[in-house]
């Protein structure tokens, strides 16, 4: 494979697994490092990940890291709301660069008006500058989509999918526990839902949407039914969070795709301190009828750092213009350096 120059555009928690995993890689030169955090801009991205100087300085101008490394394409990693994410995508493809992001809400652009016209304008672009864009992840990106879409490839007939993830989000990174209110009060986590201070998952729309259409399937709607709290029975923790008995450990959330009045996807995603089981469990009523289970479930820190580096090759060789996982060859792992 030829040496692909890479920029990391957001150095959170996720880039600078990136990073690291990037380092693993034969094939792969990190060329450079955007992000707006001060306490990070400036730094040597290799002192940023606890590894020797790379010669890779952090920085938040995107312009100027992409006209001096002109990179084949860029890993980003900031945000999940394409309303946020669009102007930074906008540069990127401005300066010809191919993107695979995490941004939850790319995975599959289509769920609401507004999200479908801002991905209908990325697609423009990045047709005209010769280029590709796909936001892929763990999940969404491939657990409970890409990989149902994949399952259901032997059935005759599907009639009904069903998958439910589990996780004890002890595991996961910092920002993923705050973002499912692990640690607060039951009050707390309702308030800063509703006032969208915590965003719980996102992307369970995006998987319901991928999977219909990948299936052919109308749906009459999509119900996303509210964030539920997950409150501990006993008290349990993490390195970073404690949570007595009585608060919050995590949340659950579900969605449908209904269909003739009958839920035809269901999704149900589970993500709390302490869950003593963790899997991924899939089942696809038809002809045949298939069930997967994966357990313990699989790392969603690891997982999404592994599904997008390995989606570059097929990125950067895919026809120009937007994609979903559902367009490209089937996600495999690629060589490492060992
Ligand atoms: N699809 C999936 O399966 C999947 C899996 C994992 C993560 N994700 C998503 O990937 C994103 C990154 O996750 P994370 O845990 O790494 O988050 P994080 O720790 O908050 O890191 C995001 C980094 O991007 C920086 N940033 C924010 N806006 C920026 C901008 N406009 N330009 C440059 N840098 C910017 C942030 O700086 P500040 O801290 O100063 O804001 C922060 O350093 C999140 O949206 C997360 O939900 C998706």
């Known amino acids: 494979m030829k040496e692909v120059k890479v920029v990391l555009y957001g150095i959170g928690a996720i880039g600078r697994r990136m990073a690291s995993a990037l380092l693993e890689k034969k094939w792969a030169k990190i060329v450079g490092a955007v992000d707006i955090d001060p306490n990070k801009v400036g730094r040597d991205l290799g002192d940023l990940i606890g590894k020797k100087p790379l010669g890779v300085i952090i920085s938040d101008d995107p312009d ?132 969208h201070e915590i965003t719980g998952h996102v992307g369970l729309e995006q998987s319901i949407g991928m999977i219909a259409d990948a299936l052919g399937w109308r749906l009459d709607e999509v119900r996303v039914e509210p964030v539920e709290p997950v409150i501990a029975e006993r008290p349990v923790e993490s390195e970073a969070v404690k949570v007595p008995a009585g608060y919050c450990a995590g949340l659950r959330q579900r969605a449908m795709g209904v269909r003739g009045g009958e839920a035809v996807i269901t999704l149900d995603f589970r993500a709390y301190i302490g869950a003593e089981e963790e899997y991924d469990a899939i089942t696809i009523e038809g002809v045949p009828t298939i069930r997967e289970r994966i357990s313990p479930c699989v790392h969603g820190d690891y997982g999404t750092v592994g599904i997008t580096i390995n989606s570059i090759p097929k990125v950067i060789k895919a026809e120009p213009g937007l994609k979903t996982m559902k367009d490209l060859p089937i996600p495999s792992a690629t060589p490492s350096r060992a």
């Open 64 to 195: 100027a890291v992409l006209s001096e490394a002109k990179p084949h394409i860029v890993v980003h990693t900031t945000t999940s709301y394409l309303r946020d994410t669009y102007p930074q995508f906008v540069k990127i493809l401005g300066h010809g660069v191919n993107v695979v992001s995490t941004c939850e809400e790319l995975s599959y652009p289509y769920v609401t008006e507004e999200q479908r016209e801002l991905a209908e304008k990325l697609d423009k672009l990045a047709r005209e500058k010769g280029v590709t864009i796909l936001g892929t992840g763990i999940n969404p990106g491939f657990l409970m989509d890409t990989l149902v879409i994949t399952l259901t490839g032997p059935c005759i007939r599907v009639d009904r999918i069903e998958v439910v993830r589990q996780m004890n989000a002890a595991t996961r990174r910092v920002p993923f526990q705050r973002k499912i209110g692990a640690g607060l009060t039951v009050e707390e986590f309702k308030r800063k839902i509703s006032s």
